[in-house]
């Protein structure tokens, strides 16, 4: 039994969870009521820790702050779907209260639980009772209690593991959706199983982590062909700063830097700040920095001479105390320089619907969507590639919004995104873009076409359910109206007969018709003509989607 958590203990428990997860992401996805497929809680749970899970391999006996932090930055950008987000809030509220701290009690811990949940609350603009957000509380609130009786980190986390049970099985009655299904909320399953874990290893337990994956291995690079005239800044120039203050602004400092040297980059927090540079008079960049606060470390390395040695078969000298941190500002993205105002990037999955995009103006695709969810680092490479002062983001997937959001705090550029739930709702939100707008005019503008636009969407069932009154057996097509199911068969041609026929009374003018991958146009023909005659005042538009998952995907305007 620990009566102290440090690093490396923290270190393992998250490895573990990790790996837990990852062996049990299949139950807590069947737990999703819905029975589409899609990026299912698990998954998005699993690929959330596993960021986290890697990185924390690469520590060598780390202090408590240092494993925290790390973990939090990884699941942050790491995040997937809904789910990953919480997730990853929960872990950056533990990592903010423990920093400064080489190790914490039973007293820390719980304050460091409730520290998650009060971000995540704060983050999440309405929560939903009977979700993770739930569980989550309840076991913080219980374990904060059982941490002023017993300062001790095994009594904390078995009250918040056992309490995190307990409001699970509550879950199915607190939510009128998991009621109806009669099971409980897939993400609160995955915080349980996270508790239960970081109790084993404070038990002594042994933990299988055979399921975390290793940090890749790349093979070693040749450099026998580089020739060091192709080095035009000499000195490789890693240092950090203290800022004066919290809102600094450091865009004149890049600008500094942009003109003696190249490879730039900076990354920063609330309290310090890293730069990356290329350059041949590294103490100017320093001196420069210390404007904006007081030089805490630096490391300044001779990349030609690294090269002699190298190509020689020696080892590089170097200078070890900062290279991870090197490592974390080299994995850092470049940032496009803004050659204009406004800029688009769009979420979507198959070629077809890419072309679609580009075509109204989107600058960059992320490919994604049902049943692959990209992560907020994925969305924050194609932010900062996007040459633009002000990004739009269309995720075109509720699963995929929050993940959307994360990115706002990570870049320089101004990030806005438009909650845009389908495709089609993003199709009509960027038809509604103005160039020559202002700012405020086209947010308006492109939220509220949200609302105009109406998406059927035709998938298959990836398991069998008892939904809302329907018994859906695994294999059938299932028929979605806007956000809700409208039925399910085998017969696809029924499905979209009923869906034309509701279209058709609703008296709609434009009806577009995407269809996916395994659609061929013969078939996609037909379905247009079906349309067409039970909506003889609509413009109907077959366009080749190419998306996976799901068979057709409609809008009526």
């Known amino acids: 039994m620990r009566n102290r958590i440090d690093g490396t203990a923290l270190q393992k428990m998250l490895i573990g969870a990790s790996a837990v997860i990852e062996l049990h992401k299949q139950q807590i996805n069947e737990l999703n009521v819905f029975p589409v497929p899609d990026g299912d809680t698990g998954t998005n749970m699993s690929m959330t820790l596993q960021n986290a899970a890697v990185e924390l391999r690469k520590l060598s006996a780390p202090t408590l702050t240092k494993a925290a932090d790390t973990a939090a930055s990884a699941m942050l950008r790491g995040a997937r779907g809904n789910s990953g987000v919480i997730l990853s809030l929960l872990f950056r509220g533990f990592a903010k209260y423990l920093k400064g701290l080489e190790d914490c009690g039973g007293v820390e811990l719980a304050g460091a639980l409730q520290s998650g949940v009060d971000a995540a609350y704060k983050a999440v603009m309405k929560p939903t009772e009977g979700t993770i957000l739930t569980v989550a509380r309840v076991s913080a609130h219980d374990a904060v209690e059982a941490a002023e009786a017993d300062d001790c ?320 057996h695994a294999g059938e097509y299932l028929a979605l109206y806007g956000s809700a199911l409208f039925g399910n068969d085998s017969d696809l041609d029924k499905l979209l007969r009923g869906l034309a026929e509701k279209v058709g009374s609703e008296g709609r003018e434009f009806i577009t018709i995407y269809y996916g991958a395994d659609i061929d146009v013969e078939k996609a023909q037909a379905a247009a003509e079906i349309f067409t005659a039970a909506c003889p005042q609509a413009e109907v538009t077959v366009i080749d989607g190419g998306q996976p998952v799901y068979y057709y995907l409609i809008s009526a305007e």
Not at 153 to 167: G, I, M
Not at 201 to 213: F, K, M, Y
Not at 389 to 409: D, S, W, Y
């Open 153 to 472: 980190p095994e009594a904390v986390l078995a009250a918040a593991a056992r309490s995190a049970a307990e409001s699970l099985a509550q879950t199915v009655h607190q939510n009128p959706v998991l009621e109806k299904a009669g099971v409980v909320d897939a993400g609160g399953k995955g915080w349980v199983y996270v508790l239960e874990t970081m109790l084993a290893v404070v038990r002594g337990e042994e933990i299988d982590i055979s399921a975390a994956p290793e940090a890749p291995v790349k093979e070693q690079a040749d450099f026998t062909d580089f020739d060091t005239e192709e080095i035009t800044f000499a000195f490789d120039t890693v240092f950090i700063v203290r800022k004066a203050r919290e809102d600094i602004d450091l865009t004149p400092l890049r600008s500094y830097l942009d003109t003696i040297g190249d490879s730039i980059v900076i990354g920063e927090d609330d309290e310090a700040f890293k730069v990356h540079v290329h350059t041949n008079i590294p103490g100017d960049a320093l001196t420069e920095a210390q404007k904006y606060g007081a030089l805490e470390l630096a490391k300044i390395e001779n990349m030609q001479m690294q090269h002699d040695d190298l190509a020689a078969g020696r080892a590089a000298r170097s200078t070890d105390d900062l290279e991870k941190i090197e490592e974390e500002l080299e994995a850092g993205e470049t940032i496009a320089p803004a050659e204009k105002k406004y800029g688009m990037v769009a979420v979507c999955a198959g070629k077809g619907l890419a072309d679609v995009f580009r075509e109204l103006g989107a600058d960059n695709i992320i490919e994604g969507g049902q049943t692959m969810n990209p992560s907020t680092q994925d969305i924050l490479e194609k932010v900062n590639a996007t040459p633009a002062e002000i990004v739009f983001v269309f995720p075109n997937n509720k699963n995929i919004i929050m993940a959307a959001e994360q990115t706002i705090p990570l870049t320089e550029k101004k990030v806005i995104v438009i909650p845009s739930k389908t495709v089609p709702q993003g199709v009509s939100a960027m038809l509604l873009f103005d160039p020559d707008g202002e700012t405020e005019d086209n947010v308006a503008a492109m939220t509220e076409a949200l609302g105009s636009v109406t998406t059927m969407q035709i998938t298959y069932a990836a398991r069998d359910s008892d939904f809302d009154g329907h018994d859906i």
